[in-house]
């Protein structure tokens, strides 16, 4: 299975100011996905990402609040713009290879803390 | 907005001892999928069952499915410490490359 990783690990922002977390996968992957874990809570999809064309996102997230970018197969970005208190959470990247037939792979996570 | 709930919210349960996890879900799948997360950090697939199944094994690791409930069970047997986490169950359906939509969790804690 693929390996991810996923930078920072953790930080704390400012409120206002934005936020990039890169994910690095080591083989190539069609799609990656990104997850937002607010505090004691499950998994929400942000947004799927596909290489060369716009991220799809999901109900409730904007692009220019998340924008995403993919530049290739192995890459990915997603930034957290103008953050507020409320964007506190783990944000994780994800792939899945061979189709979904096997488990997704996860990135270790970006703790966001926004004070 | 999660696909299905999960009980108990919270296991607590002495080494050795069984746990069961419990989740249902609301809509067709491909298949349900079970993670681990330890402490906030990465999730780990544990394991897949397909919508034709019913039964899967995986080590100290059992699952079922029942689609005709709409509803998944994981059961760790001899549990350990180590065992401690949180556990989704996240559903698979429409294309091969489709999202997971999870479910809202158990935080087991396994005693020494």
């Known amino acids: 299975s693929a390996v991810i990783s996923q930078k920072p690990s953790r930080d704390i922002c400012q409120r206002g100011t934005s936020l990039t977390i890169q994910c690095q996968v080591d083989?190539?992957?069609?799609?990656m996905f990104w997850y937002r874990q607010q505090p004691g809570q499950s998994l929400t999809l942000i947004a799927t990402a596909n290489q060369g064309s716009e991220a799809t996102y999901e109900s409730g997230f904007v692009i220019d609040k998340f924008p995403i970018s993919r530049p290739n197969l192995t890459f990915s970005t997603l930034t957290v713009s103008n953050m507020s208190p409320e964007d506190s959470s783990i944000y994780l990247c994800s792939v899945v290879q061979g189709g979904a037939i096997y488990g997704y792979t996860f990135g270790s996570g970006t703790r966001l803390t926004v004070v | 907005s999660q696909q299905g709930e999960e009980d108990p919210q919270a296991l607590s349960i002495q080494e050795g001892e069984n746990a069961t996890m419990n989740c249902s879900y609301k809509t067709s799948i491909n298949n349900l999928q079970w993670y681990r997360q330890n402490s906030g950090r990465g999730l780990v697939h544990l394991i897949l069952i397909r919508s034709n199944e019913r039964e899967k094994h995986s080590g100290r690791l059992r699952v079922t499915l029942d689609t005709s409930k709409k509803s998944s069970s994981l059961l760790i047997t001899a549990s350990r410490a180590a065992d401690t986490a949180s556990y989704f169950c996240a559903t698979h359906g429409g294309t091969s490359y489709g999202k997971l939509t999870f479910g809202q969790g158990t935080i087991l804690t396994v005693h020494p």
């Open positions: 083989s190539q992957v069609t799609m």
